[in-house]
């Protein structure tokens, strides 16, 4: 299966899921492109934006194996180091954002609210700041909080398709 096919497979996968209560997994994917591509990331970040949630994917959920480990481990060997490890690192940028900035958890849903807790709650963990890539993480944290709304836009699956077969042809995955 090529790289497209797989792209649109794994986001095809997330209609229907829900972790949150105003959107599905699909169009929250859809709508953190769209932030993604509207504030200029480039292939990668966008790419990332896009997948960072898989693991809810039935394709993929690992049962104890947390969400972002599970799409982290799915997008590196497909797309390269960087689009697997932000996707992977975005839990750790709401940690981080809601340890260092007060006012950033009173914008989080409810249901992120909640995952935050179970996730550890608010704290830096210097492994990740020590990262080169830490500050896209948290723009693509951002990208993920505004993606709650039933009524936002969000880019098209071809699009995104279209962005993994150039980071993947950019030689950071297989073809």
């Not at 390269?80 to 809601?98: E, M, S």
């Amino acid at each position: 299966m090529s790289i497209r096919e797989q792209t649109i497979t794994m986001l095809e996968s997330l209609r229907g899921v829900w972790d949150e209560l105003a959107v599905d997994e699909l169009d929250h994917a859809l709508q953190s492109a769209a932030r993604a591509l509207d504030d200029g990331a480039d292939d990668e970040l966008v790419l990332a934006s896009a997948l960072h949630d898989i693991g809810h994917s039935s394709l993929l959920a690992c049962g104890s194996v947390p969400h972002d480990r599970v799409a982290r481990d799915w997008l590196t060997p497909r797309f390269g180091a960087r689009v697997g490890w932000l996707a992977g690192a975005h839990v750790a940028a709401k940690r981080y954002l809601a340890a260092t900035e007060p006012a950033y958890a009173r914008t989080l849903s409810d249901v992120s609210v909640a995952s935050l807790h179970a996730q550890g709650g608010a704290a830096v963990d210097p492994a990740f700041v020590a990262h080169p890539w830490w500050p896209d993480a948290l723009r693509l944290r951002r990208f993920d909080d505004a993606a709650k709304n039933p009524t936002a836009r969000g880019t098209d699956i071809d699009t995104v398709a279209g962005l993994a077969e150039r980071v993947a042809a950019a030689g950071a995955g297989p073809a």
